[in-house]
């Protein structure tokens, strides 16, 4: 069996959010919230860039940068998630908070 390497682990991770990133994204109507989930994909994208740097795995500060993305784009997406449930699709950026 192939053990993942950290930065296999961290883009199944991204891959993952980005799936929920597309299904808040597709159930957000306001677009001051739609903003927050396009925020996150960005942060994501970071991510994946950062991944891309030679021998990443033998560069822990990249990794640590990469740890950080994920964390921004994890809370902005777990905000709109709460919000969008609290709420309804009409939630604005305002009653998310």
Do not use: C, Y
């Not at 970071?46 to 990794?63: A, C, K, S, T, Y």
């Not at 994920?70 to 905000?79: E, G, I, V």
């Amino acid at each position: 069996m192939h053990q993942q390497t950290p930065s296999d682990e961290r883009r199944a991770r991204i891959s993952a959010m980005l799936h929920r990133a597309e299904l808040l994204l597709s159930e957000a109507q306001h677009d001051t919230v739609k903003e927050q989930v396009l925020l996150a994909r960005r942060d994501l994208d970071e991510g994946f860039q950062w991944l891309r740097q030679p021998n990443v795995d033998g560069r822990p500060r990249i990794l640590k940068i990469v740890d950080l993305t994920l964390s921004l784009a994890q809370s902005r997406l777990q905000l709109v998630a709460d919000g969008l449930k609290k709420f309804g699709p009409h939630a604005t950026l305002l009653e998310l908070h």
